[in-house]
């Protein structure tokens, strides 16, 4: 079976590291804040700025004054900042996020990632993201493996406009988790009853098989 | 004091000169901190022709989205416009000229604009359509492209508090964009939720220092909120 958005965001999360800074793209990225381990405590930043973004408010506390980055109301946890919009982004230029987490259209074996926009069908713009590529060393792109007519997302080559180019090592897909190294995806762990020839079959870009790819537990 | 106190008693004055062709920056994220009023007086009056730089663009019938339905803006300089679909329209039509700019490098421009830097080398946005056309440097086995710096003939901005000499504090996350904004106008237009005499404000909390500011103006502010999310009780 193919991995929900949910488990997504719960595999994803046991990638956290107490005491990381954590900058999560829109959708399943989301989702993974609920997903921390017990016990472990990492910080949200949000690139609109926020660090320490905390859940939604109650409906007693809505503030048109504290939004996230997908334009949601939500609030500051204790130990929270606010911030403006350049120093956010000296945060994650500058590389002081420990761990990016983003989704995307498309990635290839370069490490390239296109998320951005579709010619002439969706142009919604970049945001945050071609700085966020650009700025973290530690970055996991979470995407569907391949497109409702089964067309991988998993390219030799990105065919749309590029997000960035050669930032890319981790990706985890509905089906499977890889790594890129050396022009080629990796396949390291797959989604609870996907066999490799599914993922095999949904790969277009170079696939390397080891002898034992384990299946993700939760 | 005289000599200090940026304070204006209409929106008239607030931004008198503002004429057509001008490039106007505005603070704001999404409806964040958006200098609402500032952006209703320019629908009065009506010019048209204007660059405006901006993260985002409002929604269709509040914030800068009003300026784009009268019309009013040739060139859009911004990061995001996915809440805006008369923005799509236009530009898929081509008749609205949009300049795509990653968040970062947006923010930065507008911070070098305002700083005296006419432009610096950023890692974001090379090898991708960003970066077309632009010179490349290579900085310890790195590759960054040159990216020029903006700055305009008004900017328009949203405070909390200020005081009269135009020390400006933000609240929030309504921070975002304006700090910066603030110091790359020629003429540098703040409102705010309120005004205080000098000395209320603590000389250590000022997010924008008096000298960025040109014109002050204490307005009344729908505030309206884009996606309002709560938790359940």
Redesign the interface.
Known sequence: MALTREQMAERVARELRDGFYVNLGIGIPTLVANYVPKGMEVMLQ?????LGMG?????SE???????A?????T?RVGAS?????E??AM??GGHVDLTVLGAFEVDVQG?IASW?VP?KL?????????LV??AENIIVTMMHASKDGESKLLDRCSL??????CIKRVLTDLAYVEIADGAFHLRERAPGVSVDEIRAKTAGRLVVPALVPEMKF | MAGFDKRVDSYEAALAGLTDNMTVIAGG?????IPENLIAQIRRLGVKGLTVVS?NCGVDDFGLGVLLKDRQIRKMI??????NAEF?RQ??SGELEVE?T???????K??AGGAGIPAFF?????????GENKEVREFNGRRYILEQSITADFAIVKG?KADWYGNVVY??????????AATAGRITVVEVEEIVPPGQLEPSQI?TPGIYVDRLIQGRFE?????????A?
């Open positions: 949000s690139e609109n700025g926020l859940p939604f408010p109650a409906d809505v503030d048109a004054d504290m939004i996230n997908g334009k949601q109301t939500v500051a606010v911030f403006s919009s350049v956010s982004f994650i230029r390239n926009m002439g142009v919604k713009g970049m945001g945050g993201a071609m700085d650009a700025g406009p590029l997000t960035g180019c050669a | 994220f999404g409806l964040c901190g993260n911004a990061s995001y416009v996915g809440e799509e530009l898929l795509l990653p968040q970062g490098t947006l923010a930065e507008i911070r950023t890692a974001t946005g090379y090898g991708t359509p960003v909390w609240r929030h996350t309504a921070q975002n964009f304006n700090p910066a997010h505030k309206r909120i884009e996606k309002r999310t709560t938790r009780a």
